[in-house]
């Protein structure tokens, strides 16, 4: 058959604005993550995230892992649910919790609870390698297949609880919590490379929590600073509680 030139400029058109048909939303939601930042800058101490960061917001296709037939909400910023009683995190949580990292591109990256997949996503933008782990299956399964489709290969996904972390692939360079802990899980602090970062949310499960990042310094001790307020569904699993 043959196909006119004409013809073919239109099927051309048609690919590329169904890749793109959520790029002006994506770059909105970018650009009120830029003005949320600036206004909270008093309290984490960032008037503004890091160019590669806010590059990797405006790449990632958020609508790929929202819940089916939640697209049209994908791009604003804000949580939404995703089934199993989780949410996918306020995109300037995502935005700010990965700018508090301070990535660099050979960095091997943990995060506890996938959830969606998008967090995972924009870390492997950023990292090397992203390990993240799930404790509820359906999610987990579900992220890692959405991970595979939006083409990350980076991503190595798997079922568990994380407040254990992630032994055999530790040390970690940097690793994130995203769910709310009521303290510090021990195992996480020790699979930091010296100078790693971990960013977690800690605090009652049901009303206040504060965003922490902490430093391992090279000899172990660790220095700690409170971010903001934040409102996290609970980190479970975890050790037995105290009789
Ligand atoms: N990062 C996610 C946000 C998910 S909400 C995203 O981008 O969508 C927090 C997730 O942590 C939930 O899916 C919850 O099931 C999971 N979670 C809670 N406790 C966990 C644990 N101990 N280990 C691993 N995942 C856990």
Known sequence: MKISNGL??????????????????RAKMAD?????????ASETGRAAFGLRVMSAITKVERHRFVATGDEANAYRNRPLAIGNGQTISQPYIVALMTDLLDLKPGDKVLEIGTG????????AELASTVYTIE?????????????????YRNVIARIGDGYQGWREAAPFDAIMVTAAAREVPPALIEQLKPDGKLVIP??????????????????????????????????????????
Do not use: N, W
């Not at 993550?33 to 206004?39: E, H, K, L, Q």
């Open 116 to 123: 969606s997949g998008y967090q995972a996503a924009v870390l």
């Open 8 to 25: 073919l400029f239109a099927i051309a058109m048609t690919s590329a604005s169904a890749q793109d048909i959520h790029a002006p939303a």
């Open 32 to 40: 009120e993550i830029a003005v949320m930042a600036r206004d909270t």
């Open 202 to 243: 800690v605090g009652s499960q049901t009303s206040h929590q504060e965003l922490l990042v902490i430093t391992k310094s090279a000899d172990g001790a660790t220095q700690t600073r409170r971010v903001l307020a934040v409102r996290f569904v609970p980190l479970t699993g975890g050790p037995a509680p105290k009789k």
């Open 135 to 151: 404790i509820v299956e359906p999610l987990g399964r579900l992220a890692a297949q959405r991970l595979l489709a939006a083409g």
